[in-house]
């Protein structure tokens, strides 16, 4: 990231690459360019910078579970240039709620003028040029995207009522039915065809302990042999029905292990999906009892409750191998998360990465491990901050382009691994 100073907005169209170069090119970013929010500045410029937010929920305006809230991270990368058209959500009363609290707040000037609409259509219909958005930011629930299905296809709309407007779209890409994945990948051509820039929010892609990893890999020219990944959600925390209901959010691993098999392809690369073979604990199995869940089960119909554990192992194309655990088991708030990533003579041990990210590297001539951390790191605000300065055409004198780490196509690849994982686990399950 670089300082207003150094920043040259160039005179390419708002949102549009030019056709044949995807989204993520060199796929990785010098982890000294990944700034914590309170030493970045706001973009430079002075004219409008028009979002529009589809989803009025905790990704788009922050929660207690978590530290996301992208609302929050456009204010500071945009400052006064960021003007919220419109905020869609079907449910209006929470729209408005929290518009009314940013118009109570220092932050008036983007929102006093956004207008709320319960579909895109209404938007489109009553929209004046003048509210024409730059990028369109998708934090709706992904039952409702990511198919060509009317009513559940906000991206094709999106690309046809806005052709060239950059896209900003929550993981995961869709939760609906495994035989639908591959309209994601219909939507991935589109939009890689169409030249648009998207980012999917794998925000752990953009960590600075990540990228540390990846420059490791690079600079040493290594090949990985093994990713080990193991995911334990504080599961006490998580108070929302639907999570726990495969109907509705498809599973802990489609919905949040997703994370984690996104950043094991990251390193790994694409996967056999033929190999995945995997095993579950259910709920109906005695060790899989829980004692301090915040929603009453029974309320679930039994055949859409969730797993406790889930544990899988697959090939990368390139024969490297991969595992992955993902655990529903921890009480309190914090969330126990591990990556190990294994390549001759080195491991990297990525832990904790969503409350204090630590590396821990193992190399060649040296038993032990040393250890890196990295205090006031924010993802959410780096992914956002790439995201802007890609559709700006943000260039350092002496850098190259920014980075968009996580481009549709390898979005729903991710979404195709963990619908694996579960159906492997499925099959592999005893009745109760
Ligand atoms: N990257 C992360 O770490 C992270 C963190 C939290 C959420 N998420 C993702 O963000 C997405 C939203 O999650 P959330 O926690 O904000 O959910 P939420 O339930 O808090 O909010 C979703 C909002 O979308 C609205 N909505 C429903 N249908 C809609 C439609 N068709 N169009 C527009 N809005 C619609 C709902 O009324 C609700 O207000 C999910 O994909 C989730 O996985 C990602």
């Known amino acids: 990231m670089s300082t207003p100073s150094s920043r040259r907005p160039s005179e390419r169209p708002s949102g549009r690459r030019p056709s044949g170069i995807p989204g993520s090119r060199r796929g990785s970013i010098d982890p000294s360019r990944l700034v914590s929010i309170d030493k970045a500045v706001a973009i430079g410029g002075n004219d409008n910078f028009n979002v529009l937010f589809i989803g009025a929920g905790n990704i788009m305006f922050g ?24 905020l869609i959500d079907p449910n209006t009363e929470r729209a408005a709620a929290v518009l009314e609290k940013k118009c109570a707040s220092f932050v008036v000037s983007a929102y006093q003028n956004t207008r709320i ?10 929209m004046s040029p003048r509210d024409r958005p730059k990028a369109v930011i998708v934090g709706s629930p992904p039952m409702f995207r990511g198919t060509t299905k009317p009513g559940r296809d906000v991206e094709l709309q999106i690309l046809k009522h806005f052709p060239g407007v950059a896209l900003f779209i929550e993981k995961p890409v869709a939760t609906g039915p495994k035989e639908e994945i591959s309209e994601g990948f219909q939507l991935a051509k589109q939009i890689s065809e169409s030249g648009t820039v998207c980012s999917v929010g794998y925000m752990l892609r953009y960590l600075r302990a990540v990228q540390t990893m990846k420059q490791i890999i690079d600079d040493n020219d290594l090949t990985v042999m093994a990713t080990v990944a193991r995911y334990a959600c504080a599961y006490e925390a998580i108070a929302k029905p ?48 829980l004692s301090k869940m915040q929603v009453d089960e029974r309320q679930i119909p039994e055949e859409n409750r969730i797993p406790r554990v889930t544990s899988a192992t697959w090939k990368y194309e390139n024969g490297a191998v991969g595992s992955f655990t993902h655990v529903v088991g921890l009480q309190g708030h914090n969330y126990s998360c591990e990556l190990e990533v294994f390549a001759d003579g080195y491991s990297l041990k990525l832990v904790n990465p969503y409350v204090q990210p630590v590396l821990y590297i193992r190399k060649p001539g040296d038993d032990d491990e040393t250890v890196q951390r990295f205090p006031d790191d924010d993802p959410f605000f780096s992914e956002i901050s790439h995201f802007i300065d890609v559709i700006e055409d943000i260039e350092d004198e002496d850098e190259e382009d920014s980075q968009i780490l996580s481009s549709y196509d390898d ?17 592999s399950k005893k009745s109760p």
């Open 63 to 86: 929660s207690p579970e978590g530290p996301w809230n992208h609302s929050f991270r456009l204010e500071h990368k945009l400052g006064p240039r960021l003007k919220v058209v419109a």
């Open 117 to 126: 609409f319960k579909t895109l259509d209404d938007f489109v219909k009553n």
């Open 242 to 289: 639907d999570w726990w209901d495969k109907s509705k959010s498809a599973g802990p691993v489609i919905e949040q292990g997703t994370h984690f098999c996104d950043l094991s392809r990251y390193f790994g690369g694409d996967v056999d999906i033929s190999t995945v073979v995997a095993h579950s604990l259910e709920w109906y199995e005695a060790p899989g009892k």
């Open 411 to 427: 979005a729903v690849k991710s979404y195709q691994l963990t619908w694996a994982i579960r159906e492997a686990s499925e099959k």
